[in-house]
């Protein structure tokens, strides 16, 4: 186990969208994994936040990356067409791995993460959401693997109320959802916890609280229309 210091100077050269605040959260979640627990992440693209998260967790603890590394969906405006940059994402992707000193920590599992399911078996501790940012798989990814969140744990959804996609997958699913709460988000990264009691006021209050995340969404929204239409100065893509 690393500090988070040390976790977060190894990633310094590996290409991914993740602040340092983002990186933080992920790191603490790892952190507080015990033997016997495993960590589920969806969308690991070139090793970015499973290097974090298995540099964090204790040596017993599993990290499960699920990406199919097919060349789509690989981050802001590039969903498709990315066939050539498949394999060598995957490349850089298991060298990043052993060059932090993770590969032995980390079982990749390169598949579609609705395919992955049977690949992965009993509960998960920590669950990462960050893979397919459209509706449909994003909802599927939040509702199926969401599922698999033992009671009390934690599920982290990467570009909520920056992508609209898994924003409206988060309205359905977790909005008027009766089994995660919100706790916060270090910029476009959501944390939830599997232990809301399923009351109407818990899950009033739990809907508000998401519902005020909805300005800083239009915000997001904004800036991106800017920097498509090249107005946008020297902002960064929202995430």
Do not use: C
Request: aromatic share 8%; proline share 4%.
């Amino acid at each position: 186990m690393r500090s988070f210091e040390e976790a977060f100077a190894q990633v310094s050269g590996v290409q991914g969208w993740m602040s340092p605040d983002q990186a933080e959260r992920l790191y603490r979640a790892a952190a507080g994994t015990r033997a016997g627990d495993q960590i589920v992440e969806i969308g690991s693209f070139q090793g970015r936040s499973t290097i974090v998260m298995a540099s964090a967790a204790p040596p017993e603890v599993p990290v499960i990356a699920i990406d199919p590394h097919a060349g789509n969906d690989r981050g802001p405006q590039e969903i498709e067409g990315f066939a050539a940059e498949a394999e060598s994402d995957h490349e850089i992707f298991t060298r990043n791995l052993a060059e932090a000193g993770v590969a032995e920590h980390v079982r990749h599992v390169r598949a579609f993460s609705d395919a992955a399911h049977t690949l992965v078996s009993g509960d998960i501790s920590v669950l990462y959401i960050d893979g397919a940012h459209r509706y449909s798989p994003a909802r599927n990814d939040i509702r199926d693997w969401g599922a698999r969140v033992a009671p009390g744990g934690t599920m982290l959804i990467h570009d909520s109320f920056s992508s609209v996609g898994v924003t409206l997958a988060i309205a359905r699913q977790l909005v008027v959802g009766t089994r995660f709460r919100y706790v916060g988000r270090a910029r476009s990264l959501t944390e939830f916890r599997a232990d809301l009691d399923g009351t109407f006021k818990s899950g009033a209050v739990n809907a508000l609280k998401l519902a005020a995340q909805l300005p800083w969404f239009a915000k997001n929204l904004l800036i991106k229309v800017l920097i498509t239409v090249k107005l946008g100065g020297d902002r960064e893509w929202p995430y």
